[in-house]
């Protein structure tokens, strides 16, 4: 497992962000709600919505680390069929929960997505 959040796992441009948004799957849990398309790159691709409601610049850059810190440890090393981008748009308590309840939380919406 790399420790490297590199660029073919990221959602880069505004038309990926928006293509998710209009047309993904959403799935809105108690921190966070995630958002899903799936993709053909054959890879899951994160890309995360921190706007100036989370807070200052420290807690959407901490919010944002931990969302790109629970992918990196969900994303499996193999190539798994389909594969999604994934928008995440943490919510303003995302910063102050201990990490253990944020994996769970972010698993079990991944699954949901995923089972539909």
């Known amino acids: 497992m790399s420790l490297s959040f590199s660029r073919h796992l990221r959602l880069r ?8 948004q209009e ?3 959403r799935v809105a849990s108690r921190h966070m709600t995630l958002l899903a398309l799936p993709n053909n790159h054959g890879v899951d691709r994160l890309g ?5 409601r989370l807070g200052g610049a420290v807690q ?3 919010a944002k680390r931990r969302v790109r810190e629970m992918f990196r440890v969900n994303h499996p090393d193999h190539q ?8 995440v748009i943490p919510r303003r308590e995302v910063t ?5 309840e944020l994996q769970q939380e972010f698993d079990a ?3 949901k997505l995923r089972a539909r």
């Open 96 to 100: 102050s929960v201990v990490f253990a």
């Open 80 to 87: 798994h069929t389909p594969s999604y981008d994934i928008v």
């Open 109 to 111: 919406s991944l699954r």
């Open 60 to 62: 959407r850059n901490r």
């Open 48 to 52: 995360v919505v921190a706007s100036r």
């Open 23 to 25: 047309r993904g799957r």
């Open 13 to 20: 441009s505004r038309a990926e962000f928006v293509a998710v």
